[in-house]
């Protein structure tokens, strides 16, 4: 999970943005579980507090256990 964060910081990061200009989130987990574990880990991470829709569903590869869409805005 924690992967999946830096990753898309990694994302950000050319543009001048990081996980700190998230402003929603899409969270598609494979267990009901991974969801609270998500949660922890992205407070600790930095990411602010916003809408996170919570979905249990597969994933796009079967070795994963969550896949993270987000939304960032960063002012100009």
């Known amino acids: 999970?924690?992967?999946?964060?830096?990753?898309?910081?990694?994302?950000l990061a050319p543009r001048?943005?990081?996980l700190e200009d998230v402003?929603?989130?899409?969270?598609?987990?494979?267990?009901?579980?991974?969801?609270e574990t998500y949660e922890k880990t992205a407070r600790a991470s930095g990411?602010?507090?916003?809408?996170?829709?919570p979905t249990v569903a597969d994933v796009?590869?079967?070795e994963l256990l969550v896949e993270?869409?987000?939304?960032?805005?960063k002012p100009l």
């Open 47 to 53: 990411m602010p507090l916003m809408p996170v829709v």
């Open 60 to 62: 796009c590869r079967d």
């Open 68 to 73: 993270v869409e987000a939304v960032a805005v």
């Open 16 to 18: 001048g943005a990081g």
């Open 23 to 35: 402003r929603l989130a899409t969270l598609f987990a494979k267990t009901p579980g991974l969801i």
């Open 1 to 11: 999970m924690l992967e999946t964060l830096r990753c898309i910081d990694d994302l």
